[in-house]
């Protein structure tokens, strides 16, 4: 699960414009019964087009990729009467939990 804490004043000169950003793992990722998250939390940074954890690492142990979309697109409204047709959704692709990868800077 990932959390976004919103600032109170979005300040482009801080590390994610002010907003905190956890990721928690899942207890059980094999069970896909259940949304149950471990209680430990990591801070991620948003770097290069990556929400990574150590942004001064080489091979961060966490990368996730963000991707935007129309709403438009996912539901394939596109010529609805419906304004939130053109909204912008956020998605965290799945990525992966990086072990040998490096990132290209």
Not at 56 to 66: C, E, F, H, R, S
Not at 85 to 105: A, E, S, Y
């Amino acid at each position: 699960m990932v959390t976004l804490t919103k600032p109170a004043a979005v300040d482009l000169s801080k590390a994610n414009g002010g907003y905190e950003i956890y990721l928690q793992l899942a207890k059980n990722p094999s069970d896909l019964t259940t949304v149950a998250v471990k209680d430990t939390q990591t801070a991620l940074t948003y770097d290069n087009g990556m929400f990574v954890d150590d942004v001064k690492a080489d091979i961060p142990t966490v990368g996730l990729m963000g991707i935007f979309r129309l709403k438009s697109q996912m539901t394939g409204s596109s010529s609805s009467p419906d304004p939130t047709q053109d909204k912008m959704l956020p998605f965290l692709n799945r990525g992966r939990l990086w072990r040998k990868v490096p990132r290209i800077r």
